[in-house]
């Protein structure tokens, strides 16, 4: 048995990994804020449940919302999503790297289903790297 937790909220700090949510700077924020927050919950939980505590190591926010410059806005009271949204998924082995590389476009897509009435114009890309490759990565 390891020595993980397995009944982990990604949402949650205690997780053994956690997604920072980021503050968006958008007109009506607190509306805003709260569909940009639940959906990194549901997006990372359901990461975290395909893919398996097991194989990760962790997930990254990258990309305009990571920079705080991503667009969120409000369309007929339903979410609309402006930018994309760029995950990236860290992976401890390579057979796990192997078959979700494969399945990277199928996770963006389930990322996208989960807020209903939500429009995606930029759309959830999930990245998918091997741990040992955040070294050869640029400053």
């Known amino acids: 048995m390891d020595n993980h937790n397995h009944s ?4 949650d700090n205690h997780g053994f990994f ?6 968006l700077s958008t007109p009506d924020s607190s ?3 709260k569909w940009w927050e639940d959906f990194l919950c549901r997006s990372s939980a359901l990461i975290y449940h395909r893919v398996g505590e097991e194989n990760i190591k962790g997930i990254f926010l990258c990309g305009s919302f990571a920079r705080g410059e991503g667009s ?9 999503f402006l930018s994309d949204i760029d ?22 897509a389930a990322c996208e289903s989960l ?8 759309h959830p890309e999930v ?6 490759e955040l070294s050869t990565l640029p400053a």
């Open 8 to 11: 982990i909220d990604p949402c």
């Open 18 to 23: 956690h997604l920072h949510k980021g503050i």
């Open 31 to 33: 509306r805003t804020q």
């Open 72 to 80: 969120l806005a409000e369309v007929g009271g339903c979410p609309a």
């Open 87 to 108: 995950l990236v998924l860290v992976l401890n082995n390579p057979e796990a790297h192997r078959i979700y590389w494969a399945r990277r476009t199928e996770l963006g």
């Open 115 to 122: 807020l209903p009435g939500a429009t995606f114009i930029g």
């Open 127 to 132: 990245g998918i790297l091997l741990y040992r």
